[in-house]
């Protein structure tokens, strides 16, 4: 595998489910992020993890539940979700570095979930 | 607020023509800019990237260029195929880690 990967590539649930979304990288980044990507809607940032630290949530329903139990892998749970929820969900990583008073932090993509709630 | 928008939403054109994407974006303290690729239901493919003190870059048939005091990028497409058929998404880096999408420009290039 390169890259970035997401399992699964689709999922239907009902309102009632509990699921979780998989996303994992082989590019041996320090951060990972979440975006939704809703019909005729710019990507939105979720959350973003550095180094296995959650250090953005950026106003996400607790029904979406992230976690990152290492700089490889990153977890979205997901448990009684509205029909409104239903989008693609984007996993991307990135190197972050510092140097000379700036950054880097190029994010590179994975194909998505494409999440439908019935 | 920071935006990023794109213009047009859809274009449509035969094969062979050049064409050119825009978007503008309304904070010109940017960090650097990026044009990426979306084919239908997959995910994005990060095409050029132009960082805050360039003026434009160049990937075979693709051009971008970047105007920070304007607010704005152009995306050039020389000899459109088929194949470029997709959706094609701007991102802006406002920050760190604080990257901005537009909306995107759907291109169908027809045979």
């Known amino acids: 595998e390169t890259g970035v990967t997401q399992t699964p590539r689709h999922l239907v649930m009902g309102m009632t489910n509990k699921k979780s979304l998989k996303c994992e990288q082989h590019?041996?980044?320090?951060?990972m992020y979440w975006y939704k990507q809703s019909a005729k809607k710019p990507l939105e940032l979720m959350f973003v993890?550095?180094?296995?630290?959650?250090?953005e949530n950026n106003s996400v329903p607790s029904r979406f539940s992230p976690e990152c139990p290492n700089s490889s892998h990153l977890f979205l749970h997901l448990h009684t979700l509205q029909p409104e929820d239903s989008a693609l969900y984007l996993c991307?990583?990135?190197?972050?570095?510092?140097?000379?008073?700036?950054?880097?932090?190029?994010?590179?993509f994975g194909p998505g979930t494409r999440l439908t709630v019935l | 607020k920071q935006e990023v928008t794109q213009i047009p939403a859809a274009l449509s054109v035969p094969e062979g023509e050049n064409l050119v994407l825009n978007c503008s974006f309304t904070?010109?303290?940017?960090?650097?800019l990026q044009w990426f690729r979306q084919d239908p239901g997959k995910g994005l493919t990060s095409l050029l990237l132009?960082?805050?003190?360039?003026r434009e870059q160049t990937s075979g048939r693709l051009n971008a260029s970047l105007d920070k005091s304007s607010g704005r990028s152009t995306l050039y497409i020389a000899a459109s195929q088929p194949g470029d058929s997709a959706t094609y998404l701007c991102?802006?880096?406002?920050?760190?880690?604080?990257?901005?999408f537009g909306t995107g420009t759907r291109l169908l290039v027809s045979p």
């Open positions: 991307a990583s990135s190197q972050v570095e510092w140097a000379g008073g700036t950054f880097t932090d190029t994010q590179y």
């Open positions: 590019l041996g980044h320090n951060a």
């Open positions: 904070d010109s303290a940017i960090y650097n």
């Open positions: 991102a802006v880096s406002f920050g760190f880690q604080k990257l901005v």
């Open positions: 132009i960082q805050s003190s360039q």
């Open positions: 993890y550095n180094f296995k630290e959650q250090t």
